[in-house]
Nanobody
Framework: QVQLVESGGGLVQTGDSLRLSCAFSGRGFGWFAMGWFRQAPGKEREFVAAVGGSDENADYTDSVKGRFTISRDNVKNTVYLQMNSLKPEDTAVYYC?????????????????????WGQGTQVTVSS
């Protein structure tokens, strides 16, 4: 059974940085694509970033391109989301998700329904 545990959220000011971590427990981390999604109050959950088998195989929503970086450590079974130049509109609960693809050469996925496992979320609040 796969479990995902996010950490690293908090309250920061506009322009600050945060790094979210998602620890994957279970077998076959390398066979999963990993993603980050977020949900702000009163809004639907939205795609933020995803990574396939390597950091070069990454995808981002337009609003975070150039500010956020997703990466994975296949030894530590952890995926990260480095968030720089944070804005108040980045305020949300951030969720980590894992998409089992059954192969090593995984590819980044934007669609939330494709993901098989979800973490409990971590709150990020950016004050103006």
């Amino acid at each position: 059974q796969v479990q995902l545990v996010e950490s690293g959220g908090g309250l920061v000011q506009t322009g600050d940085s945060l790094r979210l971590s998602c620890a994957f427990s279970g077998r076959g981390f390398g066979w999963f694509a990993m993603g980050w999604f977020r949900q702000a109050p009163g809004k639907e959950r939205e795609f933020v970033a995803a990574v396939g088998g390597s950091d070069e195989n990454a995808d981002y929503t337009d609003s975070v391109k150039g500010r956020f970086t997703i990466s994975r450590d296949n030894v530590k079974n952890t995926v990260y989301l480095q968030m720089n130049s944070l804005k108040p509109e980045d305020t949300a609960v951030y969720y980590c998700a894992a998409d089992f693809q059954g192969q090593r050469d995984t590819f980044a996925v934007r669609i939330s329904s494709e993901y098989d496992y979800w973490g409990q979320g971590t709150q990020v609040t950016v004050s103006s």
